[in-house]
């Protein structure tokens, strides 16, 4: 079922096209995997027949005891699917100690304009304007070109309800 919805709003807003990078922003939490194993499987499907190029960007903001964990979850995952996993560890809480800033507002920062920009140039080439990512904190915030896969992303999950 999740992986019909996925692709019906693939197709229907022309996502992804043959040959194309597609880079998920994936946390290690059941949201972004549950996205990731399906867009594996929908690129092994050879009756989708969409044949793209998946890459994982994973932030671990160093907050919680269970980061690391999570860090090298997703790295195994991705290493097990073949799949190019870029990962970037920041120190959320030092960095809003320094800047004299929240750490909500510090892992805002990371991901908006720091880390995860430098992770997609590390990509290059290879990726398109497709970025997939479940983190509420950019989709406050996203930047135009992301605004029309963040719409797209709210109306999948809508249409599935609550995947965990």
Excluded: Q, W
């Excluded at 709210?154 to 995947?163: L, N, W």
Aim: glycine share 6%.
């Amino acid at each position: 079922m999740v992986k019909n919805k996925i692709v019906d709003t693939i197709n229907k807003y022309k996502m992804i096209e043959s040959g194309e990078g597609i880079v998920v922003g994936v946390s290690g939490g059941p949201d972004s995997m549950c996205l990731l194993n399906n867009l594996i499987s929908i690129n092994n499907d050879a009756k989708i027949n969409l044949n793209f190029k998946l890459y994982v960007a994973h932030i671990n903001h160093m907050m919680r005891e269970e980061a690391d964990i999570e860090t090298e979850y997703v790295k195994s995952y991705c290493e097990k699917n073949g799949i190019d996993c870029y990962i970037k560890k920041i120190d959320v809480k030092e960095m809003a100690k320094s800047e004299k800033i929240g750490t909500e507002e510090a892992g805002r920062k990371v991901i908006e304009k720091l880390e995860l920009f430098s992770i997609l140039a590390n990509i290059g080439d290879a990726m398109t304007d497709a970025f997939i990512s479940y983190r509420d904190e950019v989709k406050s915030k996203a930047y135009p070109a992301e605004e029309h896969t963040f719409k797209i992303e709210d109306e999948i999950m809508e249409d599935m309800g609550d995947v965990t």
